[in-house]
């Protein structure tokens, strides 16, 4: 009887963690949005998506001139540095021509103010790496759709153990309750000399075993509450009233292969799959763009003088090709490995289609035998309900045993637990299908 006792007192104090008052209303849509606005797994994406963004600003600005500037001193009395100095300052004279002063001139000064611009003409590298860096932005972005997508699942599935730990800890507590009354009702019998006491023991063994369940039913319910908070960036220790009523979403099954299609055009891994070999096409284009000439024009203006303040300028034009003649083969070993992606490519994508449309074909199926249990869960819940409702009256007129009455009790909470369970398996089957054809 110690052991009858202690239990109530640590379902007691699981309970006060969880104060009914103190929690806030939360549907399973709005469960999904938290997650998809405040976990971490979503902000991470974001950031990839804007950092994708930023790179393919990056590769355009090989289209736009390069202009530099710059601002030098030198001094020295290096013959070369001398000669050409004086020539830029516009300062040379006859007397500079004196092979003395060629060759041991006086130490100069040359103040030099540069700005120089480049402006590729022609340069298929940068239109190829323009083109992956956005095959790889919007790769990015599919991957934050498919990142939404699997937060969405995994608050579904959350969700829905949420729903069902909360149903096992009423219908152990109802069953705690029953317990007590049936372990009461055997008493009294025994009183009356009408049963022995191997039924009041029967029953106080069976009161035992709910309170146990009681407790681990509590536990499981803070587990998936906990689960649930941290896919939602929430405190774990956050409480809220599940919406334990929230339907499924309606879905016609009855057409699989439009799902099948509906999935090939809306799924993220199939859009992620076509972008990858979209990409390495792109490869190959950069590749062949490494045996093609680079052209571009080139121009300067410079001031140059002895003190700061006072400078001559000048100016420059011009342009230039350079063409890759051998580079010890790597360029034709890049090409080669370029094409080589893309096969591979093409064979994922193929392969994503092939498993997005069995996912389609597996939610179905699944769904299927959810809405299935539901239905069975329902009649087989009111049948054990009306059973140990006939069984406890027969066992208060001594009409039955003890044995029959548990069992009756068993049957009542395998069939509660399976009744909820169905209607829970139906919503997460349902999302599953959702997330198949690509419509989360």
Known sequence: ???????????????????????????????????????????????????AAERVTQARSGY??????????????????????????????????????????AAT??????????????DRTTSAN?????????????????????????????????????ASVRAAAAAVEAARRDREMAGNRR????????DVLQLDVYLARTLEQQVQATSDERIARARLNQLMNEPLSAMFTLDLTSPAIAIDIANPEGLEDEALRNRPEVALA??????????????????????????????????????????????GARLNV?????????????????????????????????????AIARLEAARASEAVGRAAADQARESRRIIRDRYESGLTDAAMLLRSADAVLQADAQQTAARVHVLTATAALLRAIGRL
């Not at 008052?21 to 976990?39: C, D, F, H, P, T």
């Not at 972008?275 to 080139?298: C, W």
């Not at 093409?346 to 498993?355: Q, S």
């Open 274 to 319: 076509i972008q990858q070999e979209q990409l390495a096409a792109a490869m190959v284009e950069a590749a062949k763009a490494a045996f093609l000439p680079v052209v571009a024009a080139q121009g300067g203006w410079e001031l140059n003088g002895g003190v700061w303040n006072s400078r001559s300028s000048s100016w420059v034009v011009g342009g």
């Open 191 to 198: 009183e009356a000399g009408r049963v022995t006491n191997a």
């Open 130 to 166: 323009v083109r992956a860096a956005s095959i790889a932005r919007d790769m990015a972005a599919t991957g934050r759709r498919l990142v939404d997508q699997e937060l969405t699942s995994a608050v579904t599935d959350a969700f829905g153990s949420v729903l069902i730990a909360a």
């Open 326 to 362: 051998f580079h010890g083969f790597a360029d034709k070993a890049r090409l080669a490995e370029a094409r080589a992606q893309a096969t591979r490519r093409a064979i994922e994508r193929g392969k994503a289609e092939t498993m997005a449309r069995l996912d389609v074909r597996i």
């Open 1 to 51: 009887m110690t052991f009858l006792r202690a239990v109530p007192l640590l379902v007691a104090a699981l309970f006060v963690a969880m104060p009914a008052s103190a929690q806030s209303a939360l549907s399973l849509s709005e469960a999904i949005a938290r997650a998809k606005a405040r976990n971490p797994d979503a902000g991470s994406a974001a950031a990839l998506e804007h950092e």
């Open 64 to 105: 736009f001139p390069r202009v530099d500037f710059a601002e030098s001193w030198q001094r020295g009395n290096n013959p070369v540095f001398v000669f050409s100095s004086l020539l830029a300052q516009r300062q040379f004279t006859t007397a500079d021509f004196a092979l003395e002063a060629l060759n041991h001139p």
């Open 109 to 122: 000064d040359n103040f030099r103010t540069a700005l120089t611009f480049e402006q590729p003409l022609f």
